[in-house]
Structures are given as structure tokens and as C-alpha cells.
């Protein structure tokens, strides 16, 4: 599966953007699918994950009651949407796909987007 990740931007600390994730290939229902964000000179970090069918989603702590990820499966799309953002969150956020293993280990995951930037101004 090939994935595109769109939507980022730059937004000031309080505001909110949403990110969406496009899949390519009739399989992508069969994939648990997560965000990840990799600050500069940092390494990548989990941010959120969702199962296949979409009725179990799995957060960060940093990012818990105001990040939330859905999916469509028959759009093959993938959604974060993202409130109340911090400087803090500033980072290139991938979107990525996982056939199995635990969801916040970047390892697990089988397939990757090339990541859109995220930039919160104080």
C-alpha cells in the first residue's frame, strides 16, 4: 500500500489543524494504521493508532483529549485531527500502516507515508 500524508501548515498555539492520510490499493482495510511525528534531531514517536475497523484507537499521552485519528475504509483515507496544538507538537507527521504487532512501535509498521509538516508558533 502506498501512503499520502496532506495537511499540514503552520498555525498558531490554540489552534487546530486536520491531517488526512491517503492509501492507494484495495487492501487497506486490512491494515491497522497509526500517526507518528518526528520532531528536527529527535527520533519518530508514536502519536496515535487505529485498529482495521476503526472501533479501537490508541493515543500518546502528550497528545490524549485533543488528538483524535479515524479512518474511512471505503475512501482508504486515514484522519488526524488535532486541537488545542502547542509549540511542543511542531514536527513532520507520517502517517503508516501495520499488518500486525504492537501499535506504538515504529517497527511494526509495514508501510509509510513521506510526512507533512506541522509547524505551532507561540
Known amino acids: 500500500v502506498q501512503l499520502q500524508a496532506s495537511g499540514g501548515g503552520l498555525v498558531q498555539a490554540g489552534g487546530s489543524l486536520r491531517l488526512s492520510c491517503a492509501a492507494s490499493?484495495?487492501?487497506?482495510?486490512?491494515?491497522?494504521m497509526g500517526w507518528f511525528r518526528q520532531a528536527p534531531g529527535k527520533e519518530r514517536d508514536f502519536v496515535a493508532a487505529i485498529n482495521r475497523i476503526g472501533d479501537s484507537t490508541y493515543y500518546a499521552d502528550s497528545v490524549k483529549g485533543r488528538f483524535t485519528i479515524s479512518r474511512d475504509n471505503a475512501k482508504n483515507m486515514v484522519y488526524l485531527q488535532m486541537h488545542s496544538l502547542k509549540p511542543e507538537d511542531t514536527a513532520v507527521y507520517h502517517c503508516a500502516a501495520r499488518s500486525s504487532g504492537t501499535y506504538y512501535i515504529v517497527s511494526n509498521y509495514n508501510y509509510w507515508g513521506q510526512g507533512t509538516l506541522v509547524t505551532v508558533s507561540s
Open positions: 490499493g484495495r487492501t487497506f482495510s486490512i491494515y491497522a
